[in-house]
């Protein structure tokens, strides 16, 4: 109740943010919110449901409700984005994106108490300083890894290095803050099991390697391919339809497979479908791009949604939904109730911290090799637009938003390289998930019988 409740006021002031400083406060009382709240939905399942078929569906209705809600979110949020709303400023429909969680939070947190039992209370308290370093850290390394991937600065700017420096050193500080306290925030000997182990550490991988997906090929069929952003949250509904129904068939499957199998197959699926994002191409020379200018049409008018994107799309979803539902089960497998919210906590906190630095280190590879190719061919969009009918290149600085030649230039440049970019920032996905996916097949040894039992194991306590 209180996660959601937090989540709902951090979204209220989201949405009517009048700076800079409040918007990002707010965002970050949002993950405050989600942080709360999130552990203890797992934790929920966890105490409620007995381990074997009961469970397995219950985690197959999470990972389904993940995986849909991502989705779901992209065209909720295209839709509300592009609304002519005038709260503030014009065009002011983004601010919807935040003020629609605040019903819906507030109306789940007062329905919690009537569909949801108490757990029981634990003693312990707030390891405030493994909190400070450890959020210090992964703040410090992602600024780091983001300004990297800047050409401004790169990788030699004395931000960067003190950055990257910093986040090693809060992180090392918090490893052994957690080795000391009485209650840590990362309780390790969590990790004594290997299965679980290996099930923390994929789910860490996994997920960072998918957001490549949505990161990346979101922004290729929005700025290359000319999608207007509903039309491009629709584009992601079968990703909703197709995790929806794997995580359906593979709750059956776990009560006769071992988990190694099926999420082993679903990481190799995952892997195919990165891989078959990284084949997307589209005619990328400065020349290129001026011909796309002068006929009007988009650079990725050639590339087919139904064919080259929409097969790839299913194929993720799948894998995926086969993957998150066995991953969650072997994760919180035989730890002891009163630990149920620790388990459930740095599952949570594993795909968080894997999203947040998997997605800096694609963004900075993707930046990287796209500021490399605009270098290459915005010389030739320069030459060829001084040459271009004044009436035309008014037109397409209005379309592009861009106020001045320059700022044409280099817009054109930025769309004519993305796709090179993406191409290599799925590939870097490509290795990430087979990273997770060998951490299965070696790592992940626990049988379906055993998933089906809810004995704890010995010594497994955390608290």
């Not at 099926?262 to 191409?281: E, N």
């Amino acid at each position: 109740m209180m996660g959601l409740s937090v989540f709902a006021v951090a979204s209220l002031l989201g949405g009517l943010a009048q700076s800079e400083a409040l918007l990002l406060g707010a965002r970050g009382l949002q993950g405050l919110g989600a942080a709360l709240a999130s552990p203890a939905a797992l934790a929920l399942i966890t105490t409620t449901f007995p381990a074997g078929p009961p469970r397995n569906r219950a985690f197959a209705v999470y990972a389904a409700m993940s995986g849909a809600g991502a989705a779901v979110g992209l065209i909720l949020g295209g839709w509300l984005t592009g609304l002519d709303v005038h709260m503030f400023n014009p065009q002011d429909g983004w601010r919807l994106t935040f003020l629609i969680n605040v019903p819906i939070g507030l109306v789940a947190a007062l329905l919690a108490p009537r569909f949801l039992r108490e757990s029981q209370s634990h003693a312990g308290q707030l390891d405030v300083p493994g909190a400070l370093a450890g959020t210090g850290g992964l703040l410090a390394l992602v600024y780091g890894l983001t300004r990297a991937g800047n050409p401004a600065y790169g990788w030699s700017d004395g931000w960067t290095i003190a950055s990257l420096a910093a986040g090693v050193a809060l992180l090392v500080l918090f490893f052994m803050v957690e080795f000391r306290v009485e209650h840590p925030l990362l309780p390790f000997r969590i990790f004594m099991n290997r299965t679980r182990a290996a099930s923390f550490i994929a789910m860490m991988l996994l997920p960072a390697a998918m957001f490549s997906m949505f990161f990346f090929l979101s922004l290729f069929i929005q700025n290359v391919m000319g999608y207007s952003p509903l039309k491009a949250g629709f584009a992601f509904l079968p990703f909703s339809i197709c995790i929806v129904i794997s995580a359906g068939i593979v709750s059956n499957l776990a009560n006769r497979i071992d988990p190694r199998y099926i999420a082993g197959v679903g990481t190799l699926m995952a892997s195919a479908a990165l891989y078959g994002f990284s084949r997307l191409s589209v005619p990328d020379s400065g020349r290129d791009v001026l011909n796309a200018v002068a006929s009007g049409q988009h650079l990725g008018a050639d590339v087919s949604y139904w064919t080259q994107i929409l097969p790839f799309v299913c194929l993720m979803a799948l894998g995926m939904g086969a993957v998150f539902v066995p991953l969650t089960l072997t994760a919180v497998h035989h730890v002891r109730p009163e630990d149920s919210g620790v388990g459930s906590g740095v599952l949570n906190t594993m795909q968080q911290v894997g999203g947040a630095l998997g997605l800096a280190v694609l963004s900075t590879v993707g930046s990287h090799f796209t500021n490399d190719h605009i270098g290459k061919i915005a010389p030739t969009i320069g030459r060829g637009l001084s040459s271009l009918d004044p009436a035309a290149s008014s037109a397409v600085m209005e379309k592009l938003g861009v106020t001045t030649p320059d700022a044409l230039v280099g817009a054109l440049a930025y769309v004519g390289s993305f796709p090179t970019g993406a191409t290599h920032g799925f590939l870097v996905g490509v290795f990430m998930m087979l990273a997770g996916s060998a951490i299965v097949w070696l790592f992940l040894d626990v049988k379906h019988e055993e998933l089906a039992t809810d004995a704890p194991e010995q010594g497994v306590h955390v608290g």
